[in-house]
């Protein structure tokens, strides 16, 4: 399972993943050409989105799950998809729709380090969103993921990501209440509360890591 602009990774990576999700409806929207472009001609099986206006008119297909979102409470994420969604940033919808709509028991996080700078470098503030205008993103793992000309929400990561995540983990993994098991794969950032589990074991291969210049300052 992959998420919103790591798709300029396919080519690299050599594959593609089995399922696509995008929850940011202001990164939905600034790639909605290339997403439709993914469900159109990828061997992806299965796309997951916010439901909003625009994924409805651009990223309908009999391959898309639209997933209403509640915006007013982000904070207690939960597995019930019969009501609007309580969720906060994609990594936690995506393990919300491993566990909650694919069933699965057993999930492996990477990248998901709840470890944000919200100072980036050649990016300005445009109507409460980030304008970059450089290829600079330390925050993930290429430097154009969110890279010249892409729009995006400022992370806010200790408002929002790192206290969802501990909220879902509390109700629904700590103590193995619910028989779930995640790992999380990442060495470093702030998702400690979860079990590691060593990437190069569960794969059983050697991966090569990367490190960004740009990264001024972490929160």
Not at 113 to 141: L, P, Q, W
Not at 159 to 169: G, I, M, V
Request: with cysteine; hydrophobic share 35%.
């Amino acid at each position: 399972m992959a998420f919103n602009r790591s798709y300029i990774a396919f080519d690299d990576w050599g594959f593609e993943p089995t399922y696509f999700v995008g929850l940011d409806h202001v990164v939905n929207n600034d790639n909605k050409a290339n997403y439709r472009a993914l469900i159109d001609h990828s061997r992806i099986e299965r796309f997951f989105f916010s439901k909003d206006p625009m994924s409805i008119t651009h990223l309908t297909s009999d391959k898309t799950t639209l997933i209403d979102i509640d915006e007013t409470d982000p904070l207690h994420p939960g597995l019930d998809f019969s009501s609007p969604l309580k969720v906060s940033n994609s990594g936690l919808f995506g393990l919300q729709v491993a566990l909650g709509l694919l069933a699965f028991k057993e999930v492996y996080l990477l990248g998901c380090d709840a470890n944000y700078a919200e100072v980036v470098e050649g990016v300005d503030t445009i109507d409460g969103k980030y304008v970059s205008h450089e290829d600079r993103d330390c925050n993930h793992f290429r430097e154009d993921y969110y890279g010249k000309g892409t729009t995006y929400n400022k992370p806010e990561n200790l408002t929002f990501h790192l206290p969802a995540w501990r909220a879902f983990f509390e109700a629904h993994l700590d103590n193995n209440r619910c028989g779930y098991r995640v790992f999380n794969c990442s060495r470093s950032g702030n998702l400690t509360f979860f079990p590691f589990a060593d990437f190069d074991e569960v794969v059983g291969t050697q991966v090569v890591r990367a490190s960004s210049p740009w990264c001024k300052s972490r929160d």
